[in-house]
C-alpha cells in the first residue's frame, strides 16, 4: 500500500505552518530555510552564510550550485563565456598548470573511466588559464588547480570560471602576488592563536622550530590537497565560502590543537614535529573543528592577533577588501528575477535587431523572433511557478 504524504494543516496559518516546520528532522528543516532564504527578494543571504557554517553545511551539490553563487555575488544568469580555442597560446604558466593538472589523476573519481577523465583535465587547464588571461594582475601557484577542480566536479565549467574569478579577487588573492610574503604574513596568524588557546603547545612548537611551512598546503589549496575524501573538501567550501577569508588559517590551528597530545609526545624537533604534522588525518571531527574554529575567530579576531610581535604590519587584500565584499552580497535578487530580466533583455535584443535590418530580410527574422518569442513565454509560464523551480528536488520530500 502507498504511504500517504503528509500534508500541511487545512488552514494555512502562519502559525501552523511554523509549528510543523519544527517538528521536522533538522536536515529537512535546513532545507525549508535554504530554500525560503533563496526565494526572498532580496536574498536572505544571512541565513544562506548560516546554513553553509552549520552542521551538514549545503548537503548536497544540487543545493550548492544554488547557494555559492550567492555567497559570492555571482549572477548565474551572467557567467563568463566558455574558453576561447587560443586561451593556451603563449601563456607564461601553460607548462606548470599543465604540469600539475595532469598529476592531479587522485582528485577525480576512482569510478570515472579515464577518457572522460582526460577529458575534464584539458577542461581544468582552460579553466585555469581562462582566469588568469583575464585578470593578468593575478598570478598562477601550485596548489590552484586543487581548488580548482574541486568547483569543477560540483558545479561544472562555467559556474567554476566565474567562482574562480570571484574568490582569486578575494579570499585568495593575497596568495596570488608575484612573491609569498602575503602568504607567509597569513601563515603567521597560526602561532599567536596556539599561543592564546594553549602556551604549552605554543612553547614546545617554538622549541622545535617546526615554524608554520607544514599548513602551506592546506592553507593555500583550502584542505583539498591533504584531503581524501571529497565529501570532506566540499564541508570546509561551504564553511570557507560563508566566512572570513582568515578562516583556514583558524582550521588550521584547530586541527593542531586536536593533535596537541601527539604533538607534546613527540621529539621536540623540527624533523619529527613537522613529520607529524605533515600527515593529516583523515578521520576528523569535521563538525566539531569546525564550530570551534569559529568561536576560535570570534573570541581571537584577527584585529586581536594583529597586534602580535610575530605579525609585521602588512596589508592583506583578503582582509582589506572583505567588508566590501560582504556588503556586495547583500541585495541580490532571486534567481527567478535574474531569469526574467535576463529573458527581457534577450527579448529586447531581438526586438532591436529587427528593427535595424532591411525590409528584404525583415520577414525571414520576423519568423525567428516569433519561434523564439513563444520559447520565452512558455519560459515565462515556468518562471511563474517559481517556487517550484527547485523545490522538486527536496522539498516534495517534506510533507
Given at each position: 500500500m502507498k504511504k500517504a504524504r503528509k500534508r500541511l494543516p487545512a488552514n494555512g496559518s502562519q502559525a501552523s505552518v511554523r509549528k510543523h516546520e519544527e517538528q521536522l528532522p533538522w536536515k529537512k528543516q535546513k532545507l525549508v530555510e535554504i530554500h525560503q532564504a533563496l526565494n526572498s527578494d532580496p536574498v536572505d543571504i544571512e541565513t544562506l552564510r548560516r546554513a553553509a557554517v552549520s552542521e551538514g553545511g549545503l548537503l548536497t551539490d544540487d543545493i550548492r550550485r544554488k547557494v555559492w553563487p550567492k555567497l559570492l555575488s555571482i549572477n548565474v544568469y551572467?557567467?563568463?563565456?566558455?574558453?576561447?580555442?587560443?586561451?593556451?597560446?603563449?601563456?607564461?604558466?601553460?607548462?606548470?598548470?599543465?604540469?600539475?593538472?595532469?598529476?592531479?589523476?587522485?582528485?577525480?573519481?576512482?569510478?570515472?573511466?579515464?577518457?572522460?577523465?582526460?577529458?575534464?583535465?584539458?577542461?581544468?587547464?582552460?579553466?585555469?588559464?581562462?582566469?588568469?588571461?583575464?585578470?593578468?594582475?593575478?598570478?598562477?601557484?601550485?596548489?590552484?588547480?586543487?581548488?580548482?577542480?574541486?568547483?569543477?566536479?560540483?558545479v561544472g565549467q562555467k559556474m567554476t570560471i566565474a567562482i574562480m574569478e570571484k574568490l582569486s579577487s578575494h579570499?585568495?588573492?593575497?596568495?596570488?602576488?608575484?612573491?609569498?610574503?602575503?602568504?607567509?604574513?597569513?601563515?603567521?596568524?597560526?602561532?599567536?592563536?596556539?599561543?592564546?588557546?594553549?602556551?604549552?603547545?605554543?612553547?614546545?612548537?617554538?622549541?622545535?622550530?617546526?615554524?608554520?611551512?607544514?599548513?602551506?598546503?592546506?592553507?593555500?589549496?583550502?584542505?583539498?590537497?591533504?584531503?581524501?575524501?571529497?565529501?570532506?573538501?566540499?564541508?570546509?567550501?561551504?564553511?570557507f565560502l560563508a566566512s572570513h577569508p582568515l578562516m583556514a588559517i583558524y582550521f588550521a590551528a584547530v586541527i593542531v590543537l586536536y593533535r596537541q597530545k601527539e604533538v607534546k609526545s613527540s621529539?621536540?624537533?623540527?624533523?619529527?614535529?613537522?613529520?607529524?604534522?605533515s600527515q593529516m588525518?583523515?578521520?576528523?571531527?569535521?563538525?566539531?573543528l569546525i564550530g570551534q574554529a569559529q568561536s576560535l575567530f570570534i573570541s581571537c579576531p584577527p584585529s586581536m592577533l594583529s597586534q602580535s610581535a610575530a605579525l609585521k604590519p602588512r596589508n592583506i587584500i583578503a582582509i582589506s577588501t572583505f567588508t566590501d565584499f560582504q556588503k556586495s552580497?547583500?541585495?541580490?535578487?532571486?534567481?527567478?528575477?535574474?531569469?526574467?530580466?535576463?529573458?527581457?533583455?534577450?527579448?529586447?535584443?531581438l526586438t532591436l535587431t529587427l528593427s535595424t535590418q532591411?525590409?528584404?530580410?525583415?520577414?525571414?527574422?520576423?519568423?525567428?523572433?516569433?519561434?523564439?518569442?513563444?520559447?520565452?513565454?512558455?519560459?515565462?509560464?515556468?518562471?511563474?511557478?517559481?517556487a517550484?523551480?527547485?523545490?522538486?528536488?527536496?522539498?516534495s520530500q517534506l510533507f
Open positions: 551572467n557567467l563568463p563565456a566558455k574558453p576561447s580555442k587560443d586561451v593556451r597560446e603563449d601563456h607564461k604558466d601553460y607548462r606548470q598548470v599543465v604540469l600539475d593538472v595532469k598529476r592531479s589523476s587522485r582528485r577525480f573519481p576512482k569510478s570515472m573511466r579515464v577518457d572522460e577523465r582526460e577529458v575534464l583535465q584539458e577542461q581544468l587547464i582552460d579553466i585555469i588559464l581562462d582566469v588568469l588571461r583575464r585578470n593578468p594582475q593575478l598570478h598562477y601557484y601550485q596548489g590552484y588547480h586543487d581548488i580548482v577542480v574541486t568547483f569543477q566536479l560540483a579570499h585568495l588573492r593575497d596568495f596570488m602576488d608575484p612573491t609569498m610574503d602575503s602568504t607567509k604574513h597569513i601563515l603567521n596568524y597560526l602561532m599567536p592563536i596556539l599561543k592564546r588557546v594553549d602556551r604549552e603547545l605554543h612553547d614546545f612548537m617554538i622549541r622545535s622550530e617546526v615554524g608554520t611551512i607544514f599548513a602551506l598546503s592546506w592553507l593555500i589549496t583550502w584542505y583539498s590537497y591533504v584531503l581524501s575524501d571529497i565529501r570532506h573538501v566540499l564541508r570546509l567550501y561551504d564553511f621529539e621536540c624537533d623540527m624533523a619529527s614535529v613537522h613529520h607529524l604534522l588525518p583523515q578521520d576528523l571531527p569535521y563538525e566539531e552580497t547583500l541585495r541580490q535578487r532571486p534567481d527567478s528575477v535574474l531569469r526574467q530580466q535576463h529573458q527581457k533583455r534577450h527579448k529586447n535584443q532591411p525590409t528584404s530580410t525583415n520577414q525571414l527574422i520576423k519568423m525567428a523572433v516569433w519561434g523564439l518569442s513563444a520559447t520565452l513565454g512558455a519560459a515565462a509560464l515556468a518562471v511563474a511557478q517559481t517550484m523551480d527547485w523545490a522538486p528536488e527536496f522539498l
